[in-house]
């Protein structure tokens, strides 16, 4: 069984702020990773995914995330926050590569809120 | 390109109706999944439609059924409507089943059961 618990259903932060989303996984099985976004009224948008590769992942929109094994943790992060980066983000696992044939398992999600 | 497409955008329904939700999916793709989003909720997987069977399945009763058709679109079918229904449902697509493909997400279905 997998499971994702991020800390934090709200988060806010100044514009031009560090953006830390926080995202912990459990699996039996070597784990997929995935950050998505949604804005409002909108699908999910994938940022970035880790597939074992390098542990240090980047994405669209200046996101990266760093996936640490002995913390079970994949935290998303952006240097500089901007206001069109308030969203939803999910944080997902999937014991496949695409998160397709098993389906994804999903987060709580987070609301990030930008301040002027 | 069109990507992932679902109809309606908003359906009012009444305990104990039935609901068909639509999905085409994006140009290329064969897989079909559909999600169910509570509201302040992560999205929970439903099941997976491929070659027009349903491959994999996630804790949902069998009131929620499905259908995929030779053009690879989907239907989502919720029978016996139960309060609890009332959610955001979602349809991703991706060219394989094999699962190493990317998900790509539809705008949603908003369902609110009255």
Request: contains cysteine; glycine residues 10%.
């Amino acid at each position: 069984a997998q499971s994702v618990t991020q800390l934090g259903s709200h988060v806010s932060v100044s514009e031009g702020a560090l953006v830390l989303l926080r995202c912990n996984y459990s699996s039996s099985v070597p784990p997929y990773l995935f950050w998505y976004v949604q804005y409002p009224n909108q699908g999910l948008q994938l940022l970035l995914k880790y597939t074992s590769a390098a542990t240090l992942v980047k994405g669209i929109n200046g996101f990266e995330a760093e996936f640490k094994k002995s913390e079970t943790s994949f935290h998303l992060t952006k240097p500089s926050a901007h206001m069109s980066d308030a969203a939803e983000y999910f944080c997902a696992v999937s014991s496949l590569p695409g998160g397709g044939a098993d389906g994804l398992t999903f987060g709580k999600g987070t609301h990030l809120i930008i301040q002027p | 390109d069109a990507g992932v497409t679902q109809s309606p955008t908003h359906l009012i329904k009444t305990r104990g109706q039935q609901v068909t939700l639509r999905c085409s999916p994006k140009s290329g793709h064969d897989t079909v999944s559909w999600y169910q989003q509570a509201l302040g909720q992560g999205p929970q997987f439903i099941f997976q439609y491929y070659e027009e069977e349903e491959r994999q399945r996630g804790n949902f009763p069998d009131r929620f059924s499905g259908h995929q058709f030779p053009n690879y679109s989907s239907e989502l079918n919720v029978n016996a409507l139960l309060l609890g229904d009332s959610a955001l449902y979602l349809c991703a697509s991706s060219p394989t089943a094999s699962g190493y493909a990317e998900q790509y997400f539809g705008p949603g279905t908003r369902l609110t059961v009255t």
